[in-house]
């Protein structure tokens, strides 16, 4: 069973009291494919759209998570390590087919969970991991999550991305996503122990929309 880091861990009454305060407050979850579309082409938008990520594949996320949102309606996007498909602890192949029927989207989370500065093996971390995970899936895969938000500052890794990739996502405290940043979408980590009143106060609209 794999150790979830303290600071990233949310207990469920945590996350359901989040959720609840989305739905409250009028945010709309989207899937991480129509704000890429959003922003490269154009397309239409809910008020106050969010796109809600879960790195790694914890089975947290298939046993707790999962079902939370679908009490709201929610959808999500997983971002996946290839190398993890199989493993205890983790979420497998049968569980994120169903999260994909249920509207959610995967994304690659690198082959082995790598800090891909220091990886002698950038092609396969890179793109071996998508092929594994649709094969695996019988779905396309098109955006990667930075492990531990490093990479970015590389021309080198960003080729490789952009080169198998439509978009990218990274950490970050803005919420403006732009072409600029496509290839490095702005994330807001939620920490250990925050209520829905934190997770608002770092969030443009906290209050419903009647307000």
């Given at each position: 069973m794999p150790e979830?880091?303290?600071?990233?861990?949310?207990?469920?009454?945590?996350?359901?009291?989040?959720?609840?305060?989305?739905?409250?407050?009028?945010?709309?979850?989207i899937p991480i494919s129509l704000l890429i579309q959003a922003i490269t082409v154009g397309a239409p938008l809910p008020d106050r759209p969010v796109v809600i990520t879960f790195d790694d594949g914890d089975i947290s996320i298939y046993?707790?998570?999962?079902?939370?949102?679908?009490?709201f309606g929610f959808v999500?996007?997983?971002?996946?390590?290839?190398?993890?498909?199989?493993?205890?602890?983790?979420?497998?192949?049968?569980?994120?087919?169903?999260?994909?029927?249920?509207?959610?989207?995967?994304?690659?989370?690198?082959?082995?969970?790598?800090?891909?500065?220091?990886?002698?093996?950038?092609?396969?971390?890179?793109?071996?991991?998508?092929?594994?995970?649709?094969?695996?899936?019988?779905?396309?895969v098109t955006t990667f999550a930075f492990p531990f938000g490093l990479g970015n500052e590389s021309e080198n890794i960003m080729n490789k991305i952009r080169a198998h990739y439509s978009a990218a996502v990274g950490l970050g405290a803005s919420v403006d996503q732009a072409p600029g940043n496509q290839y490095y979408l702005w994330r807001r980590p939620v920490k250990y122990g925050w209520d829905a009143a934190t997770l608002g106060s770092y969030l443009p609209w906290n209050t419903p929309r009647s307000q």
């Open positions: 979830v880091a303290k600071e990233t861990f949310v207990s469920p009454d945590d996350f359901h009291a989040q959720m609840q305060a989305l739905k409250d407050w009028g945010y709309t979850p046993t707790t998570a999962f079902p939370i949102m679908k009490e999500g996007v997983n971002y996946i390590v290839g190398n993890r498909l199989a493993s205890d602890g983790f979420i497998n192949t049968a569980q994120l087919k169903e999260t994909i029927a249920a509207g959610w989207e995967v994304g690659s989370h690198s082959m082995t969970h790598t800090d891909l500065t220091l990886s002698p093996n950038l092609d396969w971390e890179i793109f071996q991991s998508r092929v594994d995970l649709e094969n695996a899936l019988g779905v396309e």
